[in-house]
């Protein structure tokens, strides 16, 4: 099989969704290839993204010493990725809670027993998972100078800290010198996405592919690099090798327009 460049969706089931079907699909997905390439830019997006919200339902259960004022908050999110993030967060400690009842069956049943109980177990899904990132795969490659992989840290508050979760402000993207120098790809990544979409991503991504195309002598600022997002995996992608993700909707277009490929597990 070619070799599999995983994208964020995919490390995130395989590291926060213990003993889920989601977990077991991503594994059995990375064993069909040669060999597994994790970008940095997926961990970098993993530790912005999921992480940053398995951590907030972590830090609202510290807060509110609380799990009915914790589902209470994660109900007051807006539809969309942050509540539905935060809503896996919770599942993923549940899950893990019924399998290992026994390390805290001694915190009793009120309901700030059960806060503890799920934020000890989100505690160690956070502190596993980033122990873990970096061997889920055959190699981590395309490493990241702008970007300080810090690991989370909890205080004397039991609060976690994940700063920083953004390369540095001051500096370059450490992928633009690459990215200017192909301009076509660019113009074929800008293509491939409607110009009369309404989708948010959709128009940031185009707004960030027209900068890069028309002021190559401007600093390409970190803002814009994010706002890329699924267009890197597109464009960084080695030959003989495909974009794992769960996203087809958005890297299959992508991939294609470069003549590439995108699988899902």
């Known amino acids: ?24 699909r991503a594994k059995a997905a990375l064993a069909r290839y040669d060999s597994t390439l994790l970008p940095v830019y997926s961990i970098k997006e993993w530790k912005a993204g999921p992480l940053y919200y398995f951590v907030y339902v ?23 990725y942050r509540r539905s993030t935060a809503q896996e967060a919770l599942a993923a400690a549940g899950q893990q809670l019924r399998r290992q009842p026994q390390n805290f069956t001694v915190l009793g049943n009120t309901d700030k027993d059960h806060a503890d109980s799920y934020r000890l177990s989100l505690a160690s899904i956070i502190i596993r998972s980033w122990n873990k990132r970096r061997k889920v795969t055959t190699q981590v ?11 989370p840290s909890i205080g004397t508050d039991r609060l976690f800290d994940l700063s920083p979760r953004h390369c540095q402000i001051d500096e370059e993207c450490s992928l633009a010198v690459k990215l200017k120098s192909n301009p076509e790809l660019l113009e074929a ?4 996405i409607p110009a009369n979409s309404t989708r948010r991503e959709d128009q940031k991504r185009r ?25 890197i995996y597109a464009f960084f992608c080695p030959a003989g090798a495909v974009v794992l993700t769960t996203n087809l909707r958005d890297h299959e277009r ?6 590439k490929l995108a699988e899902k597990p």
């Open 254 to 259: 992508l991939t294609k327009a470069l003549g």
């Open 141 to 151: 490659v395309q490493e990241l100078p702008c970007y300080l992989e810090a690991a």
């Open 1 to 24: 099989m070619p070799n599999a460049y995983v994208e964020t969706t995919i490390l995130t089931d395989l590291l926060l969704k213990p003993y889920s079907h989601k977990q077991e």
């Open 58 to 80: 972590h830090n609202k259960l510290v807060t509110t010493q609380s799990f009915a004022n914790t589902l209470q908050a994660i109900a007051a999110l807006p539809l969309g």
């Open 207 to 231: 707004k960030a592919l027209k900068h890069l195309i028309k002021h190559p002598d401007w600093i390409f600022t970190r803002d814009l690099c994010r706002d890329l997002g699924d267009a």
């Open 189 to 192: 990544l800008r293509d491939a």
